[in-house]
């Protein structure tokens, strides 16, 4: 019964993983909620303490780059643990049922919330009828079948906003309060998430209100019109960043400020597209380099722009702290 619901729980988890976009590693739900990537690592974790009743000592998996290779050591340790039942070890100082109760269960349940994040994520995984599902206890593997009974009123669709790419314009008049209602909820986003780098002095209304009369202010909406991120491109340095020992510097430089992506929409790949349409913005208007600063602080910022091919370049000092400068070299540019 063990060994099959441990298969059981390697089919639920690849059938909740299988066709995942390829950021949902990294999507965060809310404040404090596990990624995917950190759930899966999870899992590993408890099913890893189930495996101490078999071989003693303790267990506690150390953080893995990608989703991928938490999957993989995900299935190593199911697989592990099959061995154990299967050549008939007697678990220590427990009983079965015990950990069926205890660290099988819990696996289970977080098998379950990654199906959850996947629906958050907006790229929902179909329902099915687990009764007739291809379970077979020999197989704790990632290779696992596809679905025997699909729900039939299925239709395998995600939320359109994800199939098309939201519109990057410049911004006008009209955009300026829908602008600051964003800005306001990534400030109490940020806040709640303990990332002390902007307040009510910066970013103010008359930065937005200058960005918008010079005509740099660029807005993301989605496919119903939602204002869904926005940025600032220009060729305007901080004067601090005259300290910084820059690589690139030949040609014009571009600088990217106060991008943000609105809370409810982060996880879906918009602040890539945002720089992507930066970059592709500063090249239409000749300029070689792109410049910028992240709070280091903000881990979620740093990821994005190291993942982008960004080099970090060295820090700055601002009101709120450190912050890391990174730079980049423009397609079609000779710098």
Not at 117 to 124: A, D, K, T
Not at 144 to 159: H, I, Y
């Amino acid at each position: 019964m063990l060994r099959h619901f441990l298969a059981a729980l390697a089919y639920r988890a690849q059938k909740a993983l299988r066709g995942a976009p390829e950021d949902f590693g990294d999507f965060e739900a809310g404040n404090r909620v596990r990624t995917p990537k950190e759930l899966v690592r999870h899992m590993t974790s408890v099913l890893g303490y189930a495996r101490t009743h078999f071989r003693g000592g303790t267990y506690r998996p150390e953080p893995l780059p990608t989703l991928a290779a938490e999957v993989e050591r995900f299935h190593e340790m199911l697989a592990d643990l099959t061995h154990h039942l299967e050549i008939g070890d007697a678990p220590i100082d427990t009983t079965p049922n015990k950990l069926l109760q205890g660290p099988f269960s819990d696996a289970m349940t977080h098998a379950g919330q990654l199906a959850m994040l996947r629906r958050l994520h907006g790229s929902p995984v179909a329902p099915e009828n687990f009764i007739v599902a291809d379970i077979d206890a020999e197989n704790v593997g990632p290779a696992q079948p596809k679905p025997r009974s699909p729900d039939p009123g299925w239709s395998g669709e995600v939320r359109p906003e994800l199939l098309t790419a939201p519109s990057v314009i410049a911004a006008t008049a009209t955009d300026l309060p829908a602008v600051m209602r964003l800005v306001r909820a990534c400030v109490e986003d940020m806040t709640r998430r303990g990332i002390d780098q902007w307040d009510e002095i910066y970013p103010a209304r008359d930065r937005f209100e200058a960005d918008l009369s010079a005509g740099n202010l660029y807005v993301a909406r989605s496919h119903d019109q939602e204002l869904v991120g926005i940025f600032t491109l220009n060729g305007v340095q901080d004067f601090e960043y005259e300290e910084v020992p820059w690589t690139i510097l030949e040609g014009p430089v571009a600088v990217v400020h106060r991008l943000m992506v609105a809370p409810r929409a982060q996880g879906r790949g918009i602040a890539k597209r945002l720089m992507a349409a930066a970059e592709a913005r500063a090249s239409e208007l000749d300029f070689a380099v792109m410049r910028l600063d992240a709070f280091t602080m903000n881990p979620r910022a740093l990821q994005l722009y190291r993942g982008l091919g960004y080099h970090e370049a060295g820090e700055v000092v601002f009101r709120k702290g450190v912050f890391r400068c990174f730079e980049k070299k423009l397609p079609g540019s000779h710098a």
